[in-house]
């Protein structure tokens, strides 16, 4: 069974700095793209990241704030805020583009999402 793990999240005064991480564990095969994605109260959830093993996108609300980066050997994707705004605060998750090893295609797959808080 694969499973997303998230943590890092908390709360943080405007300016300031989180950085969330991602874990995929279980019986991987192969991950392509990971990613990061929020959800505000009210809103529909969003794109914040995502990294492939060539490249990354980001968001243009986080461009210049935010760097997303992996560590291929633990499965773990990384999200480093910085200068944190009120209007970052949402309910993050970690996404995966993955293979499990019993089937070998590639499915969508979503850790249990983290808090972030920022307040002014």
């Known amino acids: 069974q694969v499973q997303l793990v998230e943590s890092g999240g908390g709360l943080v005064r405007a300016g300031g700095s989180l950085r969330l991480s991602c874990a995929a564990s279980?019986?991987?095969?192969?991950?392509?793209?990971m990613g990061w994605y929020r959800q505000a109260p009210g809103k529909q959830r969003e794109l914040v990241a995502t990294?492939?093993?060539?490249?990354?996108k980001y968001a243009d609300s986080v461009k210049g704030r935010f760097t997303i980066s992996r560590d291929n050997a633990k499965n773990t994707v990384y999200l480093q805020m910085n200068s944190l705004k009120p209007e970052d605060t949402a309910v993050y998750y970690c996404?995966?583009?993955?293979?499990?090893?019993?089937?070998?295609?590639?499915?969508?797959?979503w850790g249990q999402g983290t808090q972030v808080t920022v307040s002014s």
């Open positions: 996404n995966a583009e993955l293979a499990p090893i019993i089937t070998h295609h590639y499915y969508n797959y």
């Open positions: 279980g019986s991987i095969f192969s991950i392509n793209a």
């Open positions: 990294i492939t093993s060539g490249s990354t």
